[in-house]
């Protein structure tokens, strides 16, 4: 069933799947689907049985970027302001794993929010473009330095400049997706990937994900430490490993 406003969610024990569900446009995002996206990602941080969510399209497409009958007024209110910063903003600040799982076209605003994602996985026949320069737009800040921290400065440069695809093969190259897998092969990854995580210590991820990302410090990595300890998150996984058995981790961010 279609969720409002061109997103479907589907739930399957701990993994939440969130579809970019507008195949008609090539999943296009409008700016309803824009403004929509931090609250539906407020919900699903919200749940405690969701551990991984997956981004991905609908019918083979990942998302052509900004619908462009819309697209002038995404980006009036200037870069880290507009809409899709707003959006991207959101989901690179999702607290648990997120993976892209990627399919055809991932190109402008499409590319964006794939670059918000902790980890990229596509299919081969995928293609990548960030093109804010066939249209006169300025990138926003944020995602032109997330792009930069990810591919490093040269092949931001090359793909800003250019607004050119790129093929799978070259994605990975540059490091701008971590995997590429033969098209009948990417939801096993993917699934299987998301169930691996989603058995890890919540604990260990949450930090390690805010630590990468630069959200937290020297005072947050102590504390984390101390709660390893006193949750009994630390003895369950000696325990666990001592006895020949998959741990059973409880912590869950308070």
Known sequence: MRGANGFKVLIDGHIATLVIDRPEKRNAMTAAMWRELPGLLAELAANPEIRVLVLTGAESTFCAGADISEIASLGHEGDDTGLTAAAEQALAEFPKPVIAAIEGYCVGG????????????????????VTPA???????????????????????????????????????????????VPPDELDARVYGLAATMAERSRLTLTAA??????????????????????????????????????????????
């Open 110 to 129: 499409g590319c964006q929010l794939a670059v918000a994602c902790d980890i990229r996985i596509a299919s081969s026949g995928a293609r990548f473009g």
């Open 134 to 180: 066939r249209l006169g737009i300025v990138y926003p800040l944020g995602a032109t330095r997330r792009l930069a921290r990810l591919v490093g400065p040269s092949a931001a440069k090359l793909l800003i400049f250019s607004a050119e695809l790129v093929d799978a093969g070259n994605a990975v190259r540059i490091g701008l997706v971590d995997e590429v």
């Open 209 to 254: 994900k805010q630590i990468i990302d630069g959200r937290a410090g020297e005072a947050d990595f102590l504390a984390w430490q101390r709660e390893s300890v006193e949750s009994g998150e630390l003895a369950e996984g000696l325990n666990a490993f001592g006895e020949g058995r998959s741990p059973r981790f409880s912590w869950d961010a308070k």
